[in-house]
């Protein structure tokens, strides 16, 4: 397989697993590659130029450690020691935030849990001109991509050795995570559903029922049936209640998602890939 800087991480584990333990030596930030719920969210989004930043390292150090595997690398010209941040000038909002909240995401990536949810609730609960401030081990560029994608201007520096510091500012526009009238996400009635379910048959099923499973087996459940899915079939899931984490992950990906509320800790949905 030829890859060169701009090749995602998720290329390369499907080409060849043992890319994940060769990728987890290159620095103590990658290491969390090894953490399954992590690396499906980060693996498809994630560059080898852009996790050389998460790591503080270089391209030419997954080089180094990739192409022994077998993997044949073609040098672009844009190859560089890599900052574990880009320099950028201190934004003037900085000196004028309104409040300023700390959120020290380490212990939870620590455990293998995903703080993405809890990031965008104290985000969401800001006052208009509050900051929200992520500690963190590495910068974290697929979070930084996505809240610019919604008009969130951000900032990060290295804090401390080993620790950087990522800034969201919030401005008078609210971050919405629900899906808007016409997206590819729908909440739909009782009967129009189960119309829906009708027309499939059990062989294009996969039915999961993630209502008793503790947290966060039901996200990991769900994304390992999506990563096995065939082109004909539809992940059938039974939830506890409507999982806005697992719907922000699945925003950039290629599904239509219908949901029906039966009742209080009873959500069904049916994730059709979309061709």
């Known amino acids: 397989m030829r890859i060169n800087q701009h090749t995602k991480i998720s290329e390369l584990i499907s080409y060849n697993d ?17 953490i399954p719920v992590l690396r499906r969210i980060l693996a498809p989004r994630v560059s080898i130029g852009e996790a050389a930043k998460i790591g503080g390292c270089s391209v030419a150090d997954f080089r180094a450690a990739l192409v022994p595997l077998g993997f044949i690398w073609m040098s672009d010209g844009a190859e560089k020691v890599n ?3 880009d320099a950028a000038e201190r934004p003037s909002w900085m000196d004028d935030a ?7 995401v380490r212990p939870l990536l620590e455990m293998g849990q995903d703080p993405l949810k809890d990031i965008f609730q104290l985000y969401r609960s800001l ?11 590495f910068v974290p560029i697929p979070l930084i991509r996505r809240m610019e994608e919604r008009g969130v201007p951000s900032y990060s520096h290295e804090w401390a050795e080993g620790e950087f510091r990522s800034y969201f500012y919030k401005k008078d526009t609210v971050l919405s995570v629900q899906p808007a009238e016409g997206d590819h996400i729908s909440f739909v009635p009782k009967r129009l559903f189960e119309q829906k379910l009708a027309r499939l048959s059990a062989l294009q099923l996969v039915t999961l ?7 966060p087996q039901p996200m990991e459940s769900i994304l390992e049936a999506l990563a096995q899915l065939k082109a004909d079939e539809v992940v059938y899931v039974k939830h506890r209640k409507v999982p ?26 049916l994730i059709y890939p979309v061709k």
Request: net charge negative; glycine share 4%; hydrophobic share 50%.
């Open 18 to 34: 043992l890319s994940i333990e060769a990728i987890a030596a290159i620095a103590k930030p990658l290491r969390k590659i090894r």
């Open 83 to 85: 900052d574990p941040f």
């Open 98 to 104: 309104a409040v300023t909240v700390v959120f020290d």
């Open 127 to 137: 006052v208009a001109g509050g900051i929200l401030c992520i500690s963190n081990s």
């Open 209 to 215: 029922d993630v209502r008793t499973l503790p947290m």
């Open 244 to 269: 806005l984490h697992l719907l922000e992950e699945l925003d950039h990906f290629s599904y239509r998602i219908f949901i029906h509320k039966q009742h209080p800790g009873d959500v069904h949905l």
